[in-house]
T-cell receptor, first 114, second 112 residues
Framework: DGGITQSPKYLFRKEGQNVTLSCEQN?????MYWYRQDPGQGLRLIYY???????QKGDIAEGYSVSREKKESFPLTVTSAQKNPTAFYLC?????????????FGSGTQLSVL | AQKVTQAQTEISVVEKEDVTLDCVYE???????LFWYKQPPSGELVFLIR??????QNEISGRYSWNFQKSTSSFNFTITASQVVDSAVYFC?????????FGAGTRLTVKP
């Protein structure tokens, strides 16, 4: 079945540590996105990529980094510069990244700070 | 500014009741798209419907219906004869540009 796979489902970060969240899709979609979800705040865009080897910052990119070396993969690194990383992280994709396209989502990664 | 407001944080109903989830949006663009997504306890968001700014026709899909009114900048979602499986967080979203703007979500609990 086609879809988006996020791993791990739960992740714990120690002080000063970088952690990487995995996102893989087999939908052959060009565009991929990372969102952060905090209770009562909806989803906020961290980064998005519409093509391999290119990505743009969203509203809350500080403290995060991404790469897009392969079409099917868009990993997100939460760096030590992100002082409040505890949140639910959702990866999404769309066919070519046009505004009218619906997004397909993974099942998310819950990141917590130890 | 592009903004989506879902004023209802939580709604609780008893099974078979009808329920309406409100969504009000702000945008200066004349061309835009509105969406509703459902987030069940499993976590992933599931697409429900999309509307473009030039199509104000209301839509019905089974027990779900949507009322789009540009005059009041609203895109409300009604579930008729609610069921326990409808319990989830529902998000309204707006895309005037490349990125999608989400509301804060409404948590719907349907009790048996």
């Amino acid at each position: 079945d086609g879809g988006i796979t996020q791993s791990p489902k739960y992740l714990f970060r120690k002080e000063g540590q970088n952690v990487t969240l995995s996102c893989e899709q087999n939908l052959n979609h060009d565009a991929m996105y990372w969102y952060r979800q905090d209770p009562g705040q909806g989803l906020r865009l961290i980064y998005y990529s519409q093509i391999v080897n290119d990505f743009q910052k969203g509203d809350i990119a500080e403290g995060y980094s991404v790469s897009r070396e392969k079409k099917e993969s868009f990993p997100l690194t939460v760096t030590s510069a992100q002082k409040n990383p505890t949140a639910f992280y959702l990866c999404a994709s769309s066919s070519v990244g046009r505004v009218e396209e619906k997004l397909f989502f993974g099942s998310g990664t819950q990141l917590s700070v130890l | 500014a592009q903004k989506v407001t879902q004023a209802q944080t939580e709604i609780s109903v008893v099974e078979k009741e009808d329920v309406t989830l409100d969504c009000v949006y702000e945008t200066r663009d004349t061309t835009y798209y509105l969406f509703w997504y459902k987030q069940p306890p499993s976590g992933e968001l599931v697409f429900l419907i999309r509307r473009n700014s030039f199509d104000e026709q209301n839509e019905i899909s089974g027990r779900y219906s949507w009322n789009f009114q540009k005059s009041t900048s609203s895109f409300n979602f009604t579930i008729t004869a609610s069921q326990v499986v409808d319990s989830a967080v529902y998000f309204c979203a707006l895309t005037p540009h490349n990125d999608m703007r989400f509301g804060a979500g409404t948590r719907l609990t349907v009790k048996p």
